[in-house]
């Protein structure tokens, strides 16, 4: 089975430039999350889908950072402008949708770094 | 690859011994558990997890525990091997807001000598 795909694994912009992550689940995996891993940290979860609405968004920076996932599948997740304070891991993770918690598959990450 | 954790925490141990890494969690009402495994340039790897109703499980080659009274857990690698060098994350799960939302606590770099 193949695993959660993320891209680029690396991206290095200046601050105030846009960036965009790509991440594509396992398949079947109705649920897709972003988390934001800061160096020597846990991940922090940004955002979840189930399928393609939201569910929870508390901690995605609005004004900078924005996710996608129209057709309930692939999912986007956008910072502009970025700022230093970005740089980080950014995590994909994906997981079946049957009521009782289902365990979180992760990708291996883009790591950005904003200079 | 880039290192998860530089600043983290850091258990060493010998190839062989066992290692012991503790967790503190924040929330009372949490009732499942998990251990992470993060190897470098990859992202979390499920190990082991544990619901609030018990107090030990054990797979193969680890344990964890978990005190509900003091809000901690601990994960148990028996005869530390070279490919458990990783960082290790306590997560639990928290349901309060009708869907459930993994929160991870703060790693540890666990390092095995030769």
């Known amino acids: 089975e193949a695993g959660v795909a993320q891209s680029p694994r690396y991206k290095i912009i200046e601050k105030r430039q846009s960036v965009a992550f790509w991440c594509n689940p396992i398949?079947?995996?109705?649920?897709l999350y972003w988390y934001q891993q800061i160096l020597g940290q846990g991940p922090k979860l940004l955002i979840q889908?189930?399928?393609?609405?939201?569910?929870?968004d508390s901690q995605l920076p609005k004004d900078r950072f924005s996710a996608e996932r129209l057709k309930g599948v692939d999912s986007t997740l956008k910072i502009q402008p970025a700022k230093l304070e970005d740089s980080a891991v950014y995590l994909c993770?994906?997981?079946?949708?049957?009521?009782?918690?289902?365990?979180?598959?992760f990708g291996p990450g883009t790591r950005l770094t904003v200079l | 690859g880039e290192s998860v954790g530089l600043h983290l925490p850091t258990l060493s141990v010998q190839e062989g011994d066992n290692s012991i890494i503790n967790c503190a969690y924040s929330?009372?009402?949490?009732?499942?558990f998990i251990w992470y495994k993060q190897e470098s340039g990859k992202g979390p790897q499920f190990i082991i997890d544990?619901?609030?109703?018990?107090d030990k499980r054990q797979g193969q080659r680890v344990t964890v525990l978990l005190n509900k009274t003091v809000k901690h857990l601990s994960l148990q690698i028996a005869a530390t091997q070279p490919g458990d060098s990783a960082v290790y994350f306590c997560?639990?799960?928290?349901?309060?807001?009708?869907?459930?939302?993994?929160?991870f606590g703060a790693g540890t770099r666990l390092a095995v000598h030769p």
């Open positions: 993770a994906s997981s079946l949708d049957r009521g009782n918690y289902n365990e979180q598959f």
């Open positions: 398949s079947g995996h109705a649920t």
């Open positions: 889908f189930q399928n393609n609405g939201v569910v929870d």
């Open positions: 929330n009372s009402a949490s009732d499942y």
């Open positions: 544990i619901r609030s109703n018990m």
């Open positions: 997560a639990e799960i928290n349901s309060s807001g009708g869907y459930n939302k993994l929160i």
